[in-house]
């Protein structure tokens, strides 16, 4: 049986993650990369990094209903640094830190992260438009 868990925890788990990605003296970064995600956040990436996105510090909103949304206002926006297709992120602190992974793919594709071309060029501009972090409710 899997532990339900009240929205105040859910909110305080998403919140802490999002602070993970705001420590530091700067931004945190997202990197996007070919391939499938390593097992564990822990491990070394894989694949080409085909784009690495500064965040905004702070990266994301409080929590709400367990769900901290990525500020993306300005449009978050960089260039294709490969070519190659996107299928996977990696989020790191301003110090280089691995905070978390996801999935990455097109429309439909059931990703973590939505890209409206996955398909990456280099020097095609990239832009995240809207993100967030959830915490789910649990059983």
Do not use: C, H
């Amino acid at each position: 049986m899997a532990l339900g868990i009240s929205t105040a925890v859910r909110n305080a788990l998403a919140d802490a993650f999002t602070a993970r990605v705001d420590a530091g003296a700067g931004a945190g970064v997202l990197e996007v990369r070919t391939g499938g995600k390593p097992a564990s956040p822990n491990d070394a990436a894989t694949g080409t990094l085909l784009a690495s996105f500064t965040l905004a510090d702070p990266a994301y909103a409080a929590a709400a209903n367990g769900v901290a949304a990525l500020d993306a206002t300005p449009v978050l926006t960089t260039t294709g640094l490969a070519a190659g297709t996107a299928g996977w992120f990696r989020v790191k602190d301003s110090a280089g830190n691995t905070v978390g992974d996801g999935t990455a793919g097109g429309s439909g594709s059931g990703a973590d992260m939505i890209w409206d071309n996955p398909v990456i060029a280099v020097g095609q501009t990239l832009n995240i438009t809207a993100g967030s972090v959830t915490q789910p409710v649990g059983g």
